[in-house]
């Protein structure tokens, strides 16, 4: 019996409705999926590394296969470490494309035997992402079914 285990890595700043649908359709194809959180970003992020992972734990309760955890240095060692097989990421566009090529082409460079899988979210999410998001609700804009209710309120007492 083979035991896929697949690590879906991210930023989560914050967790948006486009993410879920990816970790929905990731729990079906794979027996394990770890939603592995970035814990230090490039720039600061809105959302500490404590608060992205809380909110993912709250949103993903429902699958017992899906697991959310904290990561940092190379997405590859950490892949190692959790006997994972698989890397999944989302493809929105085809503009999403060029890096995730980069960066699948550099994760098999580091470990041939990892294998990226890219999944396309439901059409209704191609344009969101967690930039936007933040964007439009510092800025006051409504983001009901983009993220999450839980997240809408988060984001709204953040951005007050
Ligand atoms: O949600 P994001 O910001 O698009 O996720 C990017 C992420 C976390 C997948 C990527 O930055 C990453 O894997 N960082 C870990 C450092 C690493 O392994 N870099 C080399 C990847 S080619």
Known sequence: MRNIIAIYP???????NGHLDLITRGARIFDRLVVAVLQNLDKAPLFSAQERTE????VTQEWSNVEV???????VDYVRRRNAQVILRG???IS????ELQ???????LEPAVETVFMMPAERYTYVSSRLVREVAQLGGPIEGLVPALVVDKLRSKVH
């Open 10 to 16: 991210g930023s989560f700043d914050p967790v948006t």
């Open 55 to 58: 909110m993912l734990r709250q």
């Open 69 to 75: 955890d904290l990561f940092d240095g190379l997405l």
């Open 91 to 93: 493809i929105r566009a």
């Open 96 to 99: 999403d494309y060029e890096y």
């Open 103 to 109: 960066m699948a082409l550099m994760n098999r460079r």
